[in-house]
């Protein structure tokens, strides 16, 4: 779950824990705003389709599926899905989209995941990932429910995004090492501190192979045609099909 990144405050140590991440405060205003939004609903949620393919009766683990927008779209295409988050706000939300025979679960993809070793054919960790300091453990876990061969789709902040609005604005890049920063976002009239930790890509292929995966993808696809038109000031200078937002993954198991 993410939004377009905004430019960076250095906010370490000084934020409230307690509100850091807080997205049942946000629950419903995030969800009504993923709806329609240009980099969720005409960007990222498309290429994640585009990458996962014919999906028609595979196995999906939904990690960090938020209120059910991806979920529902792959089991609309044959897909038999399961879907996690660490916000009960979020997942109350699934469970009126996706109905109360949906698989959803509480989980933090910082622990455990409640599923025995190759419960899935495919996950998807649609913009989860860049919320966690450690990626080890997690993509340990990832790895561990996937049968081998199986495929992990991960889309996350593009690496060069906050470097490049630091540099715009004067300062210094800092885009090698992991770096935390924390935006606040203000959504449905509640207010949350949330937190990111930055890193350079090769942290992330590194940690992708340490874990066992291989890459099979990396992708920086176009925007969906429709949103140039839905979107005009946004798009009033960018002349081509792309736009620096998000970046993409297809791996696979070994």
């Avoid at 240009?38 to 498309?46: C, D, H, Q, S």
């Avoid at 609005?165 to 090698?176: L, Q």
Wanted: glycine share 10%; aromatic share 10%; with cysteine.
């Amino acid at each position: 779950m993410a939004r377009m990144p905004t430019m960076p405050e250095d906010h370490v140590g000084t934020a409230n824990p307690s509100r850091l991440n807080d997205y049942d405060r946000i629950a419903e205003g995030y969800a009504a705003e993923n709806e329609t939004s240009l980099p969720n609903a005409y960007y990222e949620r498309p290429a994640m389709l585009e990458l996962a393919g014919d999906v028609t009766g595979r196995r999906i683990l939904d990690a960090g599926c938020g209120s059910g927008p991806l979920f529902s779209a792959l089991r609309d295409r044959g897909a038999i899905v399961t879907g996690i988050d660490m916000s009960a706000g979020m997942l109350e939300l699934a469970r009126q989209r996706l109905g109360a025979d949906a698989d959803l679960r509480v989980a933090d993809l910082a622990g455990p995941l409640p599923f025995p070793d190759g419960s899935f054919d495919d996950v998807v960790a649609s913009l989860v990932l860049h919320y966690l300091e450690d990626w080890g453990p997690t993509l340990a876990e990832l790895r561990r429910v996937l049968r081998p061969g199986g495929r992990l789709l991960v889309s996350v902040d593009h690496p060069f995004v906050i470097p490049l609005m630091r540099a715009m604005a004067g300062g210094k890049p800092g885009y090698f090492g992991v770096r935390n920063r924390t935006e606040e976002w203000t959504m449905g009239g509640q207010t949350a501190q949330m937190s990111f930790w930055d890193r350079p890509l090769h942290v992330m292929t590194e940690a992708f192979t340490a874990a066992g995966f291989r890459i099979s993808v990396i992708s920086e696809p176009p925007f969906v045609p429709e949103a140039r038109e839905l979107f005009p000031d946004e798009f009033r200078e960018i002349t081509g099909t792309r736009f620096l937002s998000f970046l993409f993954f297809v791996l696979e198991a070994g």
